[in-house]
């Protein structure tokens, strides 16, 4: 079909009408699909279905002969810390393990930084006249709402091809004292699948920051989630900061929600000592222990690294012919219509594409009123504001490949039908 920049405007319509007559054909199926949310699929849940029976009475005490029925544990079990200190790459003594949400954990700690301040604080950030954020974006819009909700104001930071723009973060934070932290998702980012540079690590390690508590907050959420056996390098923040001098800069985050049963996971924090144990002090008023039967279940099930990997291999195995038919069908229908552009990723949960500008938030509509239901235009940038209305996030794990396939026509449809009436309209 061809680049429809090179067409005249009697050819743009003759396109548009075959288009609509194809959106009309979609319209009349009643569709009912969602991909709105990177939710692991029912096939990738029964994966985990031993954890249902992993335990009995005899195997109700950890490795310390602790009651797991009881009181206690604020920081969890010693297994469970064993486990994330090895898939985190930091030592036992630096992890909290929590209950099912990192996203809990990453709320309670601004949270608590807002009421009592961080280690490095001279007063509680809630104390302050204002209080920022950097949101590098295509990001998590998760994180972006936590801030929002806790009125912290956020800036956003382009990404690029190695990490989020480094030139502008330490331009920012050299000059305003009132930035006080960056979210990050340092490996295969949601959306857009990047795994940050050496020297992205090594220059949030080292830079200089006006605000003497400044922190990251890593959001390691897809340490494991690879599609393919080729794993990329991601260097270790924590020991990166050590060697800089700035031990306590980090919060690093996790969780098992995609490598077992979302919502009923278990996530951790790992920080140096001194933070680690600041936060203790201040977790022992809010909680007397987290679930450490989930705890010790999960210890059981996954057991360590190695066996975490060779679990992942067969979540790769049930997702990566989606985005493997994404891929493909994005190439086939829009790759030489010069209209899109889109992330090729080796993990995670997401591919993001974009649209020409003004676009993003019409082809979502016209999505919508099929019965395709895609994330929210926007929604990928702070405020739900995407500056240039371009960004789609897909998540193609939780639909079949049937449904999947239907889905992307569906999209596929939408972008050049868009495309179309842009051209027409300029």
């Known amino acids: 079909m061809g680049d429809i920049h090179t067409l005249d405007k009697s050819e743009l319509v003759e396109r548009y009408s075959k288009l609509e007559e194809k959106y009309a054909e979609f319209k009349s199926k009643n569709l009912s699909l969602d991909m709105s949310r990177g939710k692991p699929s029912p096939d990738q849940l029964d ?27 604020v920081d969890g079990i010693r297994e469970a810390k064993d486990l994330f200190a090895e898939i985190l790459h930091v030592r036992p003594a630096e992890v909290i393990v929590g209950g099912n949400s990192s996203l809990t954990m990453m709320y309670d700690t601004i949270s608590r930084a807002l ?12 104390k302050l006249p204002k209080v920022k954020f950097l949101c590098p974006s295509p990001g998590y819009d998760r994180h972006f709402a936590i801030c929002e909700s806790l009125n912290i104001e956020m800036i956003t930071i382009d990404m690029l091809d190695d ?14 004292d009132a930035i006080k932290g960056i979210w990050c998702v340092p490996k295969y980012s949601n959306p857009e699948g990047i795994t940050y540079s050496d020297e992205v690590v090594n220059r949030f390690a080292t830079m200089k920051t006006k605000a003497e508590d400044f922190k990251i907050f890593w959001d390691d959420a897809y340490t494991v989630h690879h599609l393919t056996n080729e794993h ?50 201040q977790l022992s008023a809010q909680t007397i222990g987290p679930d450490k039967i989930n705890q010790l279940r999960h210890v059981r099930f996954l057991k360590n690294l190695d066996h975490i990997n060779e679990h992942m291999k067969k979540h790769a195995e049930l997702i990566k012919p989606k985005f493997d038919l994404v891929l493909r069908e994005l190439d086939s229908q829009l790759g030489d219509k010069h209209i899109a552009s889109w992330s090729k990723p080796n993990g995670g949960y997401f591919i993001s594409l974009n649209t020409p500008d003004g676009c993003a938030a019409e082809v979502v509509k016209r999505a919508a009123e099929v019965g395709v239901k895609l994330t929210k235009a926007g929604a990928t940038f702070p405020y739900g504001k995407d500056p240039k209305d371009r960004n ?19 999209l596929c449809l939408s972008v050049q039908m868009v495309s179309i009436k842009k051209l027409l309209n300029d």
């Open 47 to 73: 994966l985990s279905s031993d954890l249902f029976s992993i335990l009995n009475t005899n195997t109700l005490k950890t490795v310390d002969n602790n009651d797991i029925r009881n009181y206690g544990g």
């Open 115 to 126: 009421l009592k301040g961080v280690l490095d604080s001279d007063r509680p950030w809630g």
């Open 163 to 176: 990490g989020p723009d480094m030139n502008k973060i330490e331009e920012l934070v050299s000059k305003d």
């Open 232 to 281: 990329p390098h991601l260097k270790n923040i924590l020991q990166a900061c050590k060697d800089a001098g700035h031990p306590n800069r980090v919060f690093i985050f996790a969780s098992t929600s995609k490598i077992t049963f979302p919502g009923s996971g278990v996530a951790a924090m790992a920080a140096s000592e001194e933070n680690s144990q600041f936060i203790l002090e």
């Open 392 to 410: 789609i996030r897909i998540a193609p794990t939780y639909p079949s490949l049937a449904e999947l396939k239907v889905a992307i026509d569906v």
